[in-house]
Every structure is written in structure tokens, then in C-alpha cells.
């Protein structure tokens, strides 16, 4: 289930188009003195997101372009071109954005263990980095399965760096943590 803070952390999505294109919420739980919180399933918001009124309605965003640097990949990989010609696009949102939409992103399946904005920093840096990944960041990622199931590591361990230095250089206050995941081979 994802919160509308979590949904308005999303890419396209604004306080404009949110009530029209989602309407009333799926859940409603208590907010310890607040009026209770709104969640909405996930294939819902994926749904809604896919429409076409979505195109229609969504809020414009900066994105930031980046391609895996020439020559680091023998030619005589079958990967070379592909790789040399995907773009990586990461959406270039404010650190509170990402921030809030990390949070939600963690805690919608969570039944327990839930995180929030006082958690540890190194969590939040790490979580933060796993959505700007998971959400922000667009590539071929069936040209990297497809580099994966056949076996060349090279191929995948140079998309896998280039998208950390992507999400690095868009948001500088991640970058030890990006470079951390690259250590970790994650």
C-alpha cells in the first residue's frame, strides 16, 4: 500500500491530478491524533500511472542523461554496442522528495520495521539510494538481464556502476552511499 506522500514522491504525480486519476483511498489508517492516513494498493497507483489521462495530466520533472563511457567493454562482447548506446535517465527531484518518497516506497509492504524520517541516516541514505534505483532511474533493463543470463559480467557490472554514478552525480548528498552499493556489488 503506498501513502499519498508516498504517490506524490513518484514521478508525474502532483496534488492536481492525484484526486482525479485515484480518488478514494483503499485504506484508512488511524494517525495517533491526526486525521487517519490514506493508503492505496500499488497495482492501483501502477494502474493509474499507465492510463493515458496520466500522460495527459502529469506533472513535468528534470531528468539527468547518462551513457556508460566509451571503451570500457571489449568490442568483441556482444553487449558493447548496446551498452555503449543505452541512455540512463534519472529524475532529478528535490533531496526532501526523494527522501519522502523513499520512505513510502520501504514501508508499503511493511507490516512492521517501519521507517521514517528520524530513522538512522545510513538507513535512509541506503533506502533513498534503492528508490532513486528502483523508481527514479530508467535504462534497459532487459538489455541487462538479457547481459546477465548470458554471462557477461562485464556488461552487467558496467551498467550497474554507470546507474550509481548516475544517481551520485544527480543527488551528490548520496554519493558515498552509491559508491558503498558499488563496493557491495549490489
Keep these: 500500500m503506498f501513502s499519498k506522500s508516498t504517490i506524490l514522491a513518484r ?32 497495482e492501483r497507483v501502477l494502474a493509474a500511472e499507465a492510463s493515458p489521462r496520466f500522460q495527459e495530466l502529469r506533472q513535468a520533472f528534470r531528468v539527468n542523461s547518462f551513457r556508460v563511457m566509451n571503451g570500457l567493454i ?14 540512463i535517465d534519472v529524475v532529478a527531484f528535490t533531496f526532501k522528495r526523494v527522501s519522502e518518497g523513499a520512505i513510502g516506497h520501504y514501508n508499503a509492504d511493511r507490516t512492521a520495521n517501519f521507517v521514517t ?20 532511474t530508467r535504462y534497459d533493463r532487459e538489455l541487462e538481464a538479457k547481459a546477465k543470463a548470458a554471462g557477461s559480467t562485464r556488461a552487467v557490472s558496467l551498467i550497474r556502476k554507470t546507474v550509481y554514478h548516475a544517481i551520485a552525480s544527480t543527488y551528490p548528498e548520496l554519493a558515498r552511499e552509491c559508491f558503498i552499493q558499488i563496493d557491495r556489488g549490489m
Aim: aromatic share 10%.
Design 11 to 42: 514521478p508525474g504525480w502532483c496534488p492536481l491530478n492525484f484526486d482525479e486519476l485515484l480518488g478514494e483511498p483503499d485504506d484508512r489508517r488511524p494517525n495517533r491524533g491526526m486525521p487517519p492516513m490514506s493508503f492505496y494498493t500499488k
Design 74 to 87: 571489449s568490442q568483441t562482447d556482444e553487449f558493447a554496442a548496446p551498452v555503449e548506446d543505452m541512455q
Design 117 to 136: 524520517r528520524r530513522s538512522d541516516r545510513d538507513l535512509l541514505n541506503r533506502i533513498m539510494v534503492e528508490y532513486a534505483r528502483d523508481v527514479l
